[in-house]
């Protein structure tokens, strides 16, 4: 099989194109066919500096298969092989899923993966594969944001920091379409407040215009503010917040963002996106019924994935990038 990876787990390894055998599942696992792969900042964060990410990449070496190191983690494929033991999935069938370094699995830089049942979720005829390779890290971690501590509901208010990104995009799309939110509110920069808008946000803000918490703040208070960039201060966010308010840190990758969660009255929660088949069920189902819409920047072929991450670094993509593995 084919795989972009790395030769170790050391910082800056570049990333080459390698040819290893193809897997034979176990007895309780899956061979999917991978089409096309998500990419999300994760991918290129584990590979630089930092504390946290030097925790990610020891625990990645302790936990996951031995080197070469595939990394990624969202795909979509066509189930390719089934372990005797398996019953809910059959070949052929069109999935979803996320790998998991720390059940010993490869990344799903590949044109194959082999997982567990658990992690996939089937998808219906209407979901193309390409925009179910979008959904797993961004979607389901948009999702949890949403739901996880304090849900979201009829009557609730949600404020969304970095809305025109890979998270912020579904964040607003969930909590107004599929949570039915009351009000949501958005903030990125002027050129994507139309986008914003379009996705249902109720109120837009231009963080290029002003301080946007300052303006956020005619608007709430808001019961979930998801932080999708990680620089505006914790403490700013928890004022805007109801009494039972969530401030869900999702870019709270820094030591001193996890601090956070330890400042009274703990309002601020770091979270961790589990794309798994039981959390990726409600997103299938959301696009599927046109509640969620992915929008693709770039797809690029699997080789490509350093110019993925370069553009994803850059920060400035609005949309998903999708590398296709599979012609
Ligand atoms: N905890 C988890 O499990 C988890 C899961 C997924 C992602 N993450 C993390 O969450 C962060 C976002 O991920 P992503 O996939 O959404 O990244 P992304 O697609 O690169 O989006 C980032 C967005 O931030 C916006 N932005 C930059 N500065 C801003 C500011 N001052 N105010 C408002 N918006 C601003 C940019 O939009 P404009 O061009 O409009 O400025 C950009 O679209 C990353 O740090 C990622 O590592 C964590």
């Given at each position: 099989m084919i795989v972009m990876g790395s030769?170790?787990?050391?910082?800056?390894e570049p990333l080459v194109r390698m040819e290893l055998e193809t897997p034979v599942p176990g007895r309780k696992q899956v061979v999917v066919a991978v089409h096309f792969i998500g990419v999300n900042p994760v991918d290129w964060k584990m590979r630089q500096s930092g504390p946290l990410r030097f925790a990610a990449r020891a625990l990645g070496a302790i936990?996951?298969?031995?080197?070469?190191v595939v990394i990624g983690v969202d795909f979509a494929g066509v189930v390719q092989a089934i372990g005797?033991?398996?019953?809910t999935f059959a070949v052929g069938d069109r999935v979803v899923g996320g790998s998991n370094f720390s059940r010993g699995q490869r990344g799903s830089y590949a044109d194959t993966v082999i997982v567990y049942p658990d992690q996939l979720c089937k998808l219906p005829d209407s979901v193309p594969l390409d925009i179910a390779g979008c959904l797993p890290v961004a979607g389901v971690t948009a999702h949890m944001a949403l739901t996880q501590y304090c849900p979201i509901s009829a009557g609730k208010k949600v404020l969304v920091l970095g809305a025109s990104g890979g998270v912020g995009q579904f964040a607003v799309q969930i909590a107004k379409h599929?949570?039915?939110?009351?009000l949501v509110a958005g903030v990125c920069s002027a050129k994507n407040v139309q986008l914003v808008k379009d996705l249902g946000a109720d109120i837009v803000l231009d963080y290029t215009a002003g301080d946007p918490l300052l303006a956020a703040q005619a608007h709430g208070p808001y019961d979930v503010i998801v932080d999708g960039?990680?620089?505006?201060p914790a403490a700013h966010c928890r004022k805007?917040?109801?009494?039972?308010g969530a401030h869900i840190?999702?870019?709270?990758?820094?030591a001193e963002s996890m601090l956070?969660?330890?400042?009274?009255?703990?309002?601020s929660k770091a979270i961790l996106g589990a794309p798994d088949g039981q959390h990726l069920l409600p997103l299938v189902q959301a696009v599927a019924e046109g509640k969620v819409k992915v929008l693709i920047a770039h797809c690029l072929p699997l080789a490509d994935a350093q110019k993925a991450h370069d553009l994803s670094q850059g920060?400035?993509?609005v949309g998903k990038i999708v590398l296709q593995a599979r012609p």
């Open positions: 030769k170790s787990w050391k910082q800056g936990r996951g298969p031995k080197p070469p005797s033991d398996v019953t599929v949570l039915n939110a009351d960039v990680g620089s505006y805007l917040l109801t009494k039972d840190m999702v870019a709270g990758d820094k956070q969660i330890a400042v009274p009255p703990f309002q920060g400035r993509v």
